[in-house]
């Protein structure tokens, strides 16, 4: 699964827009990176 895939399946389980998932997905995937860039577990 992709981060394509991810957005659309969001948008198919939550009834959002495209739009929507497409932020929601891509502030959860920079929170996690930001995480690990700071050293978090």
Do not use: H, P, R, W
Not at 11 to 28: P, R
């Amino acid at each position: 699964m992709n981060k394509s895939d991810l957005i659309e399946e969001l948008y198919k389980q939550v009834d959002i827009s495209l739009q929507e998932a497409s932020n929601f997905v891509n502030t959860i995937l920079q929170s996690m990176t930001q995480a690990l860039v700071d050293g978090e577990k």
